[in-house]
């Protein structure tokens, strides 16, 4: 199930454009925000295992 971001796709049609289109538009932006969320999740868990590892080794 595609997941889209309603008021982007209610705006796209106000503006006009064809409801497929719309639809298209909404579901891409929402996987793209889903996409970059999720890169931002992975930068963050690698930046905590680095500074993790980095301690451990200028510590002991």
Do not use: C, Q, W
């Amino acid at each position: 199930m595609a997941i889209m971001l309603s008021k982007t796709y209610d705006a796209l049609k106000e503006a006009g454009a064809p409801d497929k289109k719309a639809l298209a538009a909404a579901e891409e932006i929402a996987n793209l925000h889903s996409r970059l969320l999720r890169l931002e999740v992975m930068a963050g868990i690698n930046i905590t295992l680095s500074v993790a590892i980095a301690l451990k080794l200028f510590t002991d």
